[in-house]
C-alpha cells in the first residue's frame, strides 16, 4: 500500500509543480521562489501574514510593452485623430494637428505642454463611463505598429505566472502605474487578473455631478496625483495604508516604490525587468524617453533587488493566450 | 431514515441562524435579510457576482458615535493641550489656546479658520508612523466625557453585525468617511474587521523622504482630498473603481453616497441610521452642527433607502464586546 499511497500523494501535490514554467532556470527564478517560500513558511523567522502579502507591480514595460512610446499616448493620438477626422475645426495648435496627423516626432517637438494638450483632449472633460468605453473601444480596434499586436496581449507571460503565483500563496496584487488609473482598470482585471480597487495611478481630478437625473462622475482637466517616482509610495500609503514586502518596476520611475518596500523590516523583495531582448522584444535601458534604469542598474543589485535579464531569465516574453 | 436527515440538516443550516442578532424583528431588518438574499441567489434575476459586492459605510454616526463632536477633533484638541501643557509658546492664537483649554465653546468660536488651525497643530507636519503611533496611544488613554468608554469601544454593535454577515455573504465592506483616512486606518480593522485598504476618507498631501536614510511618508499641511457630499463618490471611484450596491450613512453628508449607489442597476440598498435614542445613545437629526439629516429624511423614504430609527430597530446600540 505505501508506495501507491505515495505515489498518489505526488499526483496531487502542488509543490512539485513548477510556477514559473516560463522563467528559466536561473538565479532570478531561484530567488523569487526562495523569497515566496520564506515569508509564506509559518516556522520561518520571516513568516508573514497573509494580510500584510501585499505586491505591487509597476505596470509600462514591467507588466506589459512600452515601446515605441506608453500606449496610453498612442490611445490619446488615435483618440485626437479620431475627433480631428470628425471635426477638423478643435484641431486648435501644433499639437493637436501633429496628433491627427499622428505624427509623434512632431509631436514630441511640442513638449510637455504639447502632451499634456493631447492628453486633456482625449481624457478630460468627459464622464467616467464614456472614456472607459471609449478605450475598451479602443483596445478592441488598435494593433501595435511593429507587432501587430493588441495592445492589452502585449502582456509579459512570466509576470502572469508570477502575479498568479503570488496570489496562489496569499498575496494581494496591486498595480502602481505613472500611467492613468481610470485607464488601467479598463484592461486590468481580463489581462493580469487584478481587480479596479487594486489598480493605483495618476489621475485628474474628478467630480460628481447629476446630469439630466443620471449620477455620475465626470473627469475634469486638472492634474490630481501624479503615482511616479516619489509619487508611488505616496500613493501606494494613500491606497492601500501598508507598506509592500515585494515590489517589481522596470525603470528609475519606480525607485523610490522598491527603496520603500525593501526599507521595511523582515524579508522583502524588489525586482527590476531589464529589456535586454532586441529580439523577442525591445532592448533600451539607460537612454531614451521611456523607461530609463540608470539608478536601479547602479544601485539596485547592492540594494539585494533582482535584475531580471530578459533574455537570460524568461524562456517566452508575451502571453501564451494572445489571442 | 427521513426525519432523522432532515433534523440533522436543520442542524447545521447557517439559514435558521439570525445574521443580525441585535436588530429587532422590523421592518428594516427584514428589507436588510432580503436584499442580501436576493443579491446572492444565483437564481434570482437581481444576482450579483462576489466581485461585485461592494457595501460602502460612513463612519461617524454610522459605525461609531459622533456626539457631542467628532471624535477626531477631540484627538486634535487633546494633543494640542498635551503640546501645550509641554511647550506654552506653541499656543500662538485664540484657537490652539482654547484647544488647549479644552474650551470647545471658544475653539468653535474661532470657526472653520480656528479648527484647521488645530487639525494643522495635531495631524500635519510628521511622519504617518508618528501619527498613527500618537492616534493608538490616546485611544488607549482618552474616555469618552459623558459614557466614559473607549472612543474605539463606542461602536454599534448591530452595524457590526451587518459588516459581518455583509462579509460572511461574499461582500467586501468599505468605510467612506468625511473623517481622516491615516485616523480611521489605525483601529479600524480590530473595530470592525476592516483593513487599511478598505478605509476610504480625507486626506492631507503627503510626500516620501529618506530621512537620514529611513525612507518614509511625511504628512503635509495642504488638504488633499476632501471625502464628504460630492466627495464620497469621487473617493470611491477613485479607490474601488465600481459602484456600490449598498451604502450606509447617518447624514445629508452621505446623501450622494446613497444617491450614487442606489441610481445603479439592479437590485440597491441604501440605508440611513437616524440617531432617535437619547436613552440609549443620543437623539438628533435636522439641527445641529453633527450629523444633520433633513435631506436624506425627506427624499430617502420615496428613493426606497432604510431609515434605521435606533431606538425601534436595534435591540443594543454600543459593542457588546466594550473592554
New interface residues.
Partial sequence: MKPLFFALALVGAPVFADPLPSWNDTDAKSRIISFVETVTNPESADYVTP?ARVATFDNDGTLWAEQPVYFQLIYAVDQVAKMGAADPSILISDALKAAAAKDYKALLETGEAGLIEVLRASHADMS?DQFQAEVAAWLDDARHPTTGMRYDDMIYQPMLELLRYLRDEGF?TYIVSGGG??FI?VFAEEAYGI???Q?IGS?IV?????VDG??Q?IKGADLFFVDDK?????GI??????RPILAGGNSDGDF?ML??TT?GEGARLGLLVHHTDAEREFAYDREGHIGVLNRGQDEGPERGWIIVDMAQDWRTVFASNAR
Same sequence: chains 1, 2.
Fill in positions: 494580510a467616467l494581494a488609473i481610470d482598470r481587480p479596479p480597487e489598480v489621475s474628478s467630480s460628481y455631478e447629476v443620471v449620477p462622475i516619489a509619487g508611488k509610495p505616496v500609503m494613500h491606497h492601500i495604508g501598508r523610490e527603496e520603500f526599507a
